[in-house]
Structures are given as structure tokens and as C-alpha cells.
């Protein structure tokens, strides 16, 4: 049958074409197609290798709930934060102390326990040591509802631009949340009478922004629930002793994080609607270290 | 001998003014051949030629009714300085109108200690520039003081230099209100180098806050990727700056206001020489 097709084929091509009788169609330019103009798309071929969702990830609820604690944690440390600062609880120098060596022993399990980042902390405990008189003493002109609104400012942007991935990936904007999160604790902080205060609120800043994050990402998945719910607690119970109006809002976001915006990113994502095909960019598979570990050794 | 190479090095230090420049570039570094083919009336030696040439570019000669001009003021002026005025008094209200300056900038710098026009001044750093600027005060009065015995010979011995011409009269004086005030252009000096530090450090470290970095290899804002530490102190240091800024900048606007003054009233005797030298009083006699 093969054969038969192909002779008729080419008589087909020999012999003068009437435009009824053409070849088929072929989306090639190494032969030529007589019969068809040059700007011709074959209602067959056309988007044929056009591929919806390829290689699609569908998140499942319990996923996205397991990613929703972290936002959560960061927002209910912020709340504690806050309420810390209004509560107005004297630090004594045992406190202080302990919440140096905490963050101390932090940073060492983060970067390592070398010399060098010894040095590092020492120096940066002698900075802190040094300016926060300077701290103290720094916004005192400045009125309340300015420094509020800076802080909250800036606390807002550290929670949006916070790294909560959960790969190793590199993020640029974290320095921002960082330094923001830095920003805000020394806005807050200015405003204490007490030295040890000071020292206090910044130590803290740096615990909770700083050397906290890096260690979320080290735990295990199991230990997460756990942690999230320590985190939400300790928000509840100080919002109880303080500020009782605040239990809503944090009730509002862990139903938020967890329930309704799952739900909500469960929902939306069946109306993802990507296309591929071949007019994509190619993109490089990186082999990793034992393919090219193996190609050097033969 | 080959004086290209002096002019190379040389010329960036001898010419200020970008005019002159051109026309050293024009003349010596091109022209050479020409210059030495033209006629010179002093020696033949090429440094002399060349120092003569830069008299005659940077200096040009008055034309001569200016010239008559300077030397009638300049002799009117030295008769009045010698003969009709008590240089005594005249030196010990000089001396008074000074410390009036020095007293100026105290109650200023006291108005700035307390809530200048109801802006928002950090009240430690306020008081620490408030105890420097002060002592520096200090030593002006003292200075003037000693100045104010020898006030007289001073001025005496600058009344000499009306004899070759007004013009070298208000010269000489230009450069004696420069050592009068100087402690003036010393405050707005400090404040200067203390605002212009503070800036560069609170954008430097802005960049920092914002995980960028200058790179001086392309000439650019790059990102960079910083450790923790290095963020947390540089924000503290950062934020710091930034609320201590204020007060720079108005010391800063204070200081270099009373400097512009003085830089004024320099540039009215500057546009006196240049309206005696450059006046064209021939042209109007003719």
C-alpha cells in the first residue's frame, strides 16, 4: 500500500497540477510545496504542537497549608513584638542576658562555630553595646503616631518581602525584610526610657528577624505544627494579658493563613492556562555533580 | 632645555581658570616652533620667555587711562589713610565690628541649641556641636584681640600698596578680609565635612538596607549578597545617621549661609578691581 502511495505520489508530482489535486501539506522548508502560497497555514497543522500545562504542579490543600504556617509564624512574632513593646515590662540584666546568649548561640548554630564568626558576634555586641545610648536618644522631638507609622510601616514590609521558601534557593529582597525588621525595632526602641530596654527590644529584633528564619528552614517538617503553634500561643496569651482586643485579629489571620487562603489558591489554580510549544526558549537541564564527576573519570 | 614637560605637569596647578588653560594649550604645547621663531626683547633663554608669557596672560596690562585712574584713587586714598584719618579709632572700630561677628555667631549658634523655627533637632548632638563651635568662638575673640594691638601697623603698611594703584590697594585687602574672618570659612568648613560624610555614609548604607552595593569595576549599582551581621550593623549605623540628619543639614544651611555673606561682599571687591581695570574710560574721552 506504501508503494502505491508512493508511486501515485510521485506521478502526482511529475505530471502539471490542477489546484484540486496537490500534495499534502508538510510544515517543512527543505522541499518545495507547489500548490500552496507562501503565507499558507493548513487548518490541520496549525497549533498542532501547542501543549496546555505542561509539566503542571498541582498544589493539594494540605500543601498549601503546610506553606500557610510560615507567613503565620512571622506575623504572630510580629504581634508579640509589638505587644512586648507596649507592655512596658522592665528587662533586668539576668533577662538581657539570656536573651544575648540565645541569640548568640543562634547566629553560632547558623554560620558555625569558627573563630571568625566569634569575632563577628563579639563585635557586633560591642556596636550595640555602643550606640544604644545614642538609640535612647534619637527620636525624642519626633511625636508618637510618626514613629508608630514607621515602625508598622516597615514591619509590613518586612512580612511581605520575608523569605519563606522552603528550598535553598537565593532571594534578594530578604535583606530588605531584615534591615526593615532592624529599622523598626530601632524606631520602637528609641521611644524606652530604660538602657536595658533598649538593648532589650533590639536583641529581640535580631532574634526573631534575624536568627530565627534561618533555623525555620533547618526543621524538620514534622516539628513545623508545633512550632507554629508555640508561636501562635505565646501571641494569644500575651494579647490576653495585655491588649484583649487583639485575640480577633490573630484568630482572623490563623484562620486566614491556614483555612481560607488554601482554599482559596486550591480553587484558582484549575483555572492555570499556560502554553508551550516549540517556539519556547530552550532551557538548560543542570546534570548536577556525578554526571560530570563520571565524564571526568572515564 | 624643554619646558613641555613642566607645562604638562605644571599647568594643572598654575592655571585655575579653564580660559588660561586653553590658551597655554594653544600657545605652548603647539605653537612652539612659531614662539621661537618671533622676536623676544627679553632673554633668549625659554623659561624666562615662558614665565614672561604667563606674566602677560594671566595679568594683561591695563590700557592707560585705567592706569591713570588707579593711581589718582590710589594716591587719594593714601593721602586720606596718612594725613586726614584718626587710624587709631578707625582700627579699634574695626576691631569692635569684628567681635560684633564673633558675638553674631554665638546667639546663633544658641538659637540653634534651642528649638530653631520649631524644627526637630536631636538634643545630644545639638549640645556637643553647640561646645565645639563655642571654643572655636573662643579662640576667634582671642585672636582679634591680639590682632587689635598691631591693628594700626597693619594698616599702614597696607596703605603703601595704594602707591602703584587702587586696584592693588583693594587687592591686598581682599586677601587681609580672608585673615580677618577666617574662623568663619573655618565653621562652614566643618560643617561642610560633617555634612558631606554624613551623606555619603547615609546612601552607602541605604544601598546596603536595600541589598545593593556600588560596584567601581562598571560603574554601577549591583546586588550584592551580605551576611547577616554585616545587614544588622549597617542598619543600626544606618538608621542612626538618618535621625541625626536634620540637625547636620541645618548647621550645614546655617553655616554656609554666613560664609556665602562673606564670600559676597569678597566678590563686590573683585567686581571693583575688574570695573577699574577693565572700564573703557579711553574710550569714552575720545
Known sequence: MSIITLVILVNTNTIQMSPRERIKFEKVLYRPQEGYPDNYTDNELFLKSLS????????????????????????????????????????????????ALVTVMGYLAIFGYSLHEIRTVVLLGGFLFGLSPIIQTLTKTISDDTIYAMASICLLINFCLHDYSTLNGDYMSKCVSLNAGIFAAVCLASRLDDLNN???????????????????????????????FVFVSVALYLAHLHAPIVIYP??????????????????????????FGPWDEAVLKDLGCEATRDITAE | LECKELLHCGSVFVCQNEHVLRIFKK?????????????????????ARFIGQLQKDLFPKMAPANKVLDITLGLILFTLIWFYVDIHRFSEELIEQALRLASFLDTTITWLGEDPAGLKLNSQLVQFLELFFRYHIHLFKGYLSLISEYMPVIIYTISVTCVPGFTCFLSYLLSFSVILLLHIHCFYAYACNLYSAQVKAILSLGRLVAGVKYNPLRERVDSVRTTGDQLILGTLIFSTLLFLFPTTLLYYCVFSAVNMAVVATQMCIVTGISIIRTCPIGDITK
Not at chain 1, 498541582?58 to 510560615?70: A, K, V
Not at chain 1, 533555623?215 to 507554629?228: A, D, E, F, N, Q
Request: proline content about 5%; hydrophobic content about 40%; some cysteine.
Open chain 1, 250 to 275: 490573630i484568630l482572623v489571620s490563623v484562620l486566614a493563613c491556614l483555612i481560607i487562603v488554601p482554599l482559596l489558591f486550591v480553587q484558582i489554580q484549575k483555572q492555570k492556562d499556560n502554553i
Open chain 2, 27 to 47: 600657545r605652548y604645547l603647539n605653537g612652539d616652533e612659531e614662539e621661537k621663531k618671533n622676536e623676544t626683547s627679553e632673554s633668549s633663554e625659554p623659561s
Open chain 1, 52 to 99: 496546555k500545562n505542561k509539566n503542571l504542579h498541582t498544589y493539594s490543600f494540605w500543601d498549601c497549608t503546610y506553606h500557610g504556617q510560615f507567613p503565620l509564624q512571622q506575623l504572630s512574632s510580629t504581634i508579640v513584638f509589638f505587644l512586648l513593646h507596649f507592655m512596658e515590662i522592665t528587662v533586668s540584666d539576668s533577662m538581657l542576658y539570656l536573651m
Open chain 1, 198 to 228: 533598649v538593648l532589650g527590644t533590639i536583641v529581640f529584633a535580631i532574634l526573631i528577624y534575624g536568627i530565627l528564619p534561618p533555623l525555620r528552614k533547618r526543621t524538620s517538617k514534622h516539628i513545623m505544627p508545633l512550632c507554629t
